[in-house]
């Protein structure tokens, strides 16, 4: 929750008059608002004007700012309400302390109007829109290991933000590409954190920009490891905060593996791009072509790859960290009892992409020749 004082009177010392609106129903004070933080107005009053009173106005000011447009909340650092409350109305004060001023605001929605002319064609489909903007992030932005720079303008401006600056920027960018999005907040490694929302198709995705940055970039695919989970796949790492009075968050119910099969199946001449998708995410090695179960198929797709002379195998494994050890171990031994010494053979192990699965793992295999 962003930082707040209640105090009876503010702004004393302001010459000027502050912008002033008036409302006769609780939803117009939200819209007012929402629009006062568009333009990041720093002080305003509002005139509720109803016979029924509000009972506790700051509280209720608190909610409307936190069902407020997400980058625009998320805009704010802290803020001070004000009440003044008469027989027939109630005048509210507020003051706003933005993270983000509306220069920079301003700067940012230029920057991402160029950004997306940039990287996305009218022939493109969504499922590529919303790869290319996670890839034009994770490869322009850097984490801020300072936590000093929060915003999307320090993303752009600085090439380096935190978390909310990682989500609002996904956001503006979507946004300026009509994809639905929202910024989602809570917890990430017991830390307070944010990541994202896309609506792709007719099903929701989390997807984590920040994450993909910082992971392990020596992983095969890490950078799309945190990329369309499902609320299942998200819970194992992420837990969400929903603030009183924000606006509910979708559900996210479908599997993006499970999405993509069933988009091939409609639409035949989509398979190209998905399997592109697939192999560039790393999902292609949960598909049964690029898995092997057992130790027999672990021993065939390894022989098979030093008759050949291939250098490079990768491939899914069925099974947990434990049992393929073991069966990697039993191959490689038979492999240089047949006659094979000539091959020396490089094996890791990584979880499986995208998805946290459980039952398998992830096979590099590296061969190099006499």
């Known amino acids: 929750m962003k930082p707040v004082s209640i105090i009876p009177f503010i702004m004393t010392t302001m010459t000027q008059p502050l912008p002033h609106a008036s409302a006769k129903t609780v939803a117009a004070i939200g819209t007012i608002i929402d629009n006062m933080l568009q333009h990041r107005t720093a002080a305003f009053q509002i005139t509720y004007e109803e016979k029924k009173r509000i009972t506790d106005p700051a509280n209720l000011v608190t909610e409307l700012l936190h069902g407020a447009s997400d980058p625009h909340f998320h805009a704010i650092s802290h803020y001070q309400i004000g009440t003044a409350v008469y027989a027939t109305k109630t005048i509210l004060t507020i003051e706003i302390f933005y993270l983000e001023d509306i220069n920079q605001l301003n700067y940012v929605n230029q920057r991402v109007q160029q950004i997306v002319a940039q990287i996305i064609t009218p022939t493109m489909h969504l499922h590529q829109k919303i790869m290319v903007i996670h890839d034009w ?138 399997q592109q998708i697939q192999q560039k995410t790393g999902l292609a090695y949960l598909e049964p072509e690029y898995t092997v179960v057992g130790i027999a198929q672990l021993h065939k797709r390894i022989t098979q790859a030093i008759q050949k002379q291939q250098t490079h195998v990768l491939f899914g494994y069925r099974g947990t960290a434990h049992s393929a050890q073991q069966d990697l171990r039993d191959v490689l031994n038979d492999v240089k009892s047949q006659q094979m010494r000539s091959a020396t053979i490089k094996v890791m192990l990584y979880p499986m992409p995208h998805g946290f699965t459980d039952d398998g793992m992830l096979v590099d295999v590296q061969i190099s020749y006499a």
């Open 137 to 274: 992030i994770t490869t322009n932005v850097h984490y801020d290991h300072t936590l000093q720079r929060r915003t999307a303008y320090d993303a752009l401006m600085h090439k380096s933000t935190v978390c909310s600056g990682y989500a609002s920027l996904f956001w503006h960018l979507c946004r300026a590409a009509a994809i639905p999005c929202r910024i989602v907040t809570g917890t990430g490694k017991f830390e307070a954190h944010a990541w994202n929302m896309v609506q792709l198709d007719n099903y929701w995705y989390h997807i984590d920009s920040t994450w993909s940055t910082v992971e392990d970039t020596h992983t095969p695919f890490s950078v799309y490891r945190f990329y369309l989970l499902n609320d299942k796949e998200l819970q194992r790492t992420h837990k969400v905060t929903v603030l009183s009075g924000q606006k509910p968050l979708p559900h996210a119910q479908m599997q993006y593996r499970e999405h993509l099969q069933q988009l091939g199946r409609a639409i035949p001449r989509l398979r190209s791009m998905i």
